[in-house]
């Protein structure tokens, strides 16, 4: 339910100058334009499940890309429900859009590989909720080694050979000496993973899906007190999502989709480093770095 401090669930993710969007809540929109996103990067949406504080935001947001002459392809990720339900809205209020919108169901309750580009692969985590739900591992790419610029300014590589260097040849000078590849090169930045894992209740499988992730999101609809109402719903605690972290030795645990009974969310929070001490609230239009 949305709030004044909180509009229903969506993220974006940027990774080697693409943006990657999670779920598209009511507002989407809106607050991609109060952080000044642009969206030409923008290309591929994944939604978790079907229920509306995941998803009423893609037919606004996709009429506003039709008025805003977009060209480049959209493609939606997900159950294979929506295309059913979205079309009859995008052949009512987006006729005349100039770019496709394209879907891709997947099947939630299968972990697999469901996207893959030269920068991220994206899997399928099966969750445990009143519908079927799914959320999503991002891995990145392992990227090109880093360059020695000392090095090649030494043997005087001249810059047309900087790029086959970076993709493993050897550099051969103009006496004929061969200097290993190793010589110019450092390995390359360790890829970066992210998982997301919203709305489940407490699910033990998902925890080797994300061993080890540099940051999980995982939802914390509720404290620890009303662990009954969160087992009914099936949402998640706080500490349930603690847990999970904890025993998945992710690096970073940011939990959210809070109800709306907590206007303080210190008693999540507190909750949460009680059993994961790397613990972070999200809030609205928060930017987070890993």
Aim: hydrophobic fraction near 40%.
């Amino acid at each position: 339910m949305p709030t004044k401090e909180h509009f229903p669930s969506s993220q974006i993710l940027e990774l080697r100058g693409k943006q990657y969007m999670i779920d598209c809540g009511e507002g989407t929109q809106i607050r991609m334009k109060q952080m000044h996103l642009k969206t030409t990067r923008l290309g591929h949406i994944f939604i978790s499940h079907l229920h509306g504080d995941h998803c009423f935001g893609l037919i606004g947001m996709i009429a506003t890309f039709g008025m805003l002459k977009r060209t480049a392809d959209l493609h939606i990720h997900a159950h294979p429900d929506l295309e059913q339900l979205l079309t009859p809205l995008l052949n009512y209020f987006c006729t005349d859009i100039s770019f496709k919108v394209e879907f891709h169901p997947f099947n939630p309750a299968k972990n697999e590989l469901i996207f893959e580009d030269r920068s991220v692969e994206v899997y399928t985590i099966p969750l445990k909720h009143r519908v079927p739900a799914s959320g999503f591992l991002f891995k990145e790419k392992i990227g090109l080694p880093h360059i020695k610029r000392e090095v090649i300014d030494f043997y005087n590589v001249p810059p047309y050979k900087i790029g086959k260097i970076k993709l493993g040849e050897d550099f051969v000078t103009e006496e004929g000496e061969v200097i290993p590849n190793e010589i110019f090169t450092l390995p390359p930045t360790p890829p970066l993973q992210y998982a997301y894992c919203s709305d489940t209740a407490f699910c033990e499988s998902i925890i080797p899906l994300v061993e080890g992730v540099d940051l999980l999101y995982h939802e914390a609809t509720f404290a620890e007190d009303e662990a009954v109402r969160a087992r009914q719903t099936m949402h998640s605690t706080a500490r349930q999502a603690a847990e999970i972290a904890k025993r998945a030795n992710v690096k970073r645990l940011i939990i959210g989709h809070y109800s709306a009974r907590y206007r303080n969310k210190d008693v999540l929070l507190r909750e949460a480093r009680e059993v994961f001490k790397s613990t972070k609230l999200a809030e609205d239009m928060q930017v987070i770095e890993f």
